[in-house]
């Protein structure tokens, strides 16, 4: 076999190696920092009094049932209890700016806490406008709320801010 052939194989295998030695430790590592949770509460009440009904009820009803979808695997009797607070939400205007590929952005903001300790929380999400959001304006709203919602529970699940 020549040389060149040996260290290919040699280099392949060196690399097969590296990375399951990675993947196995960063899967160690991931399981054994990821909080658990018992309890899942979402607070609309700074919210509600920042952009008031329905954007508030709506965050009420989607968010606890996406964050108990994201974190299913992580729930357990001897977990944290988890409070999410959303302070603010807002959804940029229908016509899309030229900054941003003909999308506006929509953001979602406010506060995770376990254990007492506060971690800010924050997603957005990118929304392009159509002839029927620009008729149907509450169910467009509508769906940009629950896309939202869906994003923050996403990056709290997945250990963004955790």
Sequence with gaps: MSTSRIFNRLALAASLALALSVGAFGQGALAQSAPTFRDIHVDVQPLRANA?????????????????????????????????????????????????????????????????????IRATTSFYTNPIAQTMIEQSNRDRVAQLSQALAYWIAHGAYF
């Design 52 to 120: 008031g009904d329905p954007t508030a009820t709506w965050v009420q009803q989607d968010l606890p049932g996406q964050l108990a979808q994201a974190l299913a695997g992580r729930i357990t009797r001897d977990g944290a209890p988890l409070t999410v607070r959303i302070d603010y939400l807002t959804l940029g205007p229908p016509a899309g700016e030229m900054l941003h590929a003909g999308a506006t952005l929509d953001n979602i903001l406010g506060v995770a806490v376990i254990n007492g300790h506060e971690t800010p």
